[in-house]
């Protein structure tokens, strides 16, 4: 039996209705039957029936003034469930446990909550001496890797509506205790694209976050991997930790449309 090519298979109606769906935009949100058939070089009498179709299942309504088509209620519902899909939580969390896997230590996955960083997922290194989860507790954003990642690439002002002051609150003795230092450091955090605590958190605890992105290309949140000072040397951070947590970081913001988000804006000039 010869086997036939995928594009044999296309349903030539079915991609017709989807070209019509993929005409409307922001610049242009409605247009008449005659418009659509010329613009996608369709026969009229097919365009009709694709038309009638697509307004039946309320892809399309029209416009009761103009007789127009614009985009119906059915497609609005699509989005919610496509932006559902992409919660922080659902998508990092096959993430975090391939990272704890592959890292052997503890991993997370969180975002900002007012002043706060908050661990949303967690999955713990199985080993013997290992940092305990942090599952739900918050956290300054300042005083560890996650929450540095995270405002690094956050709005412009951010760090001074959080932290008003100069001095900023301290944890241990590595943590950075002014204003000023924290900005020079993210500055060096949205260069490299990851950040680090050194024992800034907690005594004897290293950690490497990253930051995460969704279709609108804003930072949603963060992944990150901590472990005990004992078994992290800057080395190993720096040459096996670090490339791992920051393709973790990538893997859930492709989860999140960033990619995409990417190509429209760009596509958009924007």
Known sequence: MVKREKKEYLIQSLSNALSI?????????EYGMSE???????????????????????????????????????VFELGQRYKEQLSLMKQATPVVRELASISGETSYAGDLRGEYVVYLVAEESNKHIRVVSRLGMRFYPHTTALGKAILAFSEEGLVDKLFP???????????????????????????????????????????????????????????????????????????????????GGEKVSQKLGYYIGKKIHEAAGI
């Open 165 to 247: 002051n100069e001095e900023l609150p301290t944890k241990t003795p590595n943590s950075i205790s002014s204003k000023s230092a924290l900005k020079d450091e993210l500055a060096a955090v949205k260069e490299q694209g990851y950040a680090l605590d050194w024992e800034e958190e907690e005594e004897g605890v290293i950690c490497v976050g990253v930051p995460v992105f969704d279709y609108n290309l804003k930072v949603v949140g963060g992944v990150s991997v901590s472990g005990p000072a004992t078994r992290l040397s800057r080395e190993k951070v720096e040459e096996e930790l670090v490339p791992l947590v920051k393709e």
């Open 21 to 29: 769906l993929e005409l409307f935009s922001i610049e242009k949100e």
């Open 36 to 74: 659509i058939a010329n613009l996608l070089g369709l026969k009229k009498r097919n365009t009709e029936r694709l038309l009638n179709t697509l307004e039946r299942q309320e892809y399309l309504e029209r416009n009761r003034v103009t007789g127009n088509y614009r985009l119906g209620f059915r």
